[in-house]
């Protein structure tokens, strides 16, 4: 019984209590921010591995970074990370963070489809797709449901048939190979639906974008409802973006 204790003493809370307000590690990449600060803005945009850095004015597509660090690495008073894990938005655009910009990433109300608030708002089943995903963002999104973030509480879980699922989370950048089975998954849902893409990988192809191995076809011709940017994705920002995205805070 002592040692039992003692474990538990050791080992502390085992669980986030609050999903919304739970503090990350400083060496945790979220949000960037890019300064005023005059810099070399080719020589900036040439150091991203994805293209992810565009100028005049300077602005970073969280779409397509990877968070390398490598754009702060070499021009660290023009560009640094927060520990800002509330990175999901409903609109493309909005994961365009600009030069100047202290503003969160946010979903835009206006944008939610009603079904999603009137289906989902109590209980959310999620089909996962990885389209040639590396493991990663599958890695975390299994962590989403574990004893620490048990993001169950909000009625949201993965389940095993897409046909007892609300919608599909897409991770990977979206092999040829991939690109049938996805449509099937999706065909297999049943409607009211929505989409979820997380990760890089799926936003916009990340490292693979342009590659002839891809078909992302399934990405530009249905509506997408949530991006969750990452590479991979940390637990929080799916969640908290889910949670945003239902209005059940
Ligand atoms: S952190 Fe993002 S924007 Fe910066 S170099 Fe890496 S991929 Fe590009």
Sequence with gaps: ??????????????????????RVPGIFRGRPEISLELADSSALAECCPTNAIMTDPVRIDLGRCTFCGECSRLFPGKISFTTDYKLSANERNSLIISEGSVAPVTIDPNHIRKEIR??????????QVSAAGDNSCELELNACGNVNFDMGRYGIEFVASPRHADGIVITGPVSKNMSRPLQMTYDATPSPKIIILAGTDAISGGIFEGSPALDRRFIEENHIDLYVPGNPVHPLTFINGIVDLLGIR
Excluded: E
Aim: hydrophobic letters at 40%; charged letters at 20%.
């Design 1 to 22: 019984m002592l040692n039992t204790l003692k474990i538990l003493y050791h080992q502390g809370k085992q669980f986030i209590p609050d999903l919304t307000t739970a």
């Design 118 to 127: 009137n289906s989902f708002r109590g209980s959310l089943k999620l089909r």
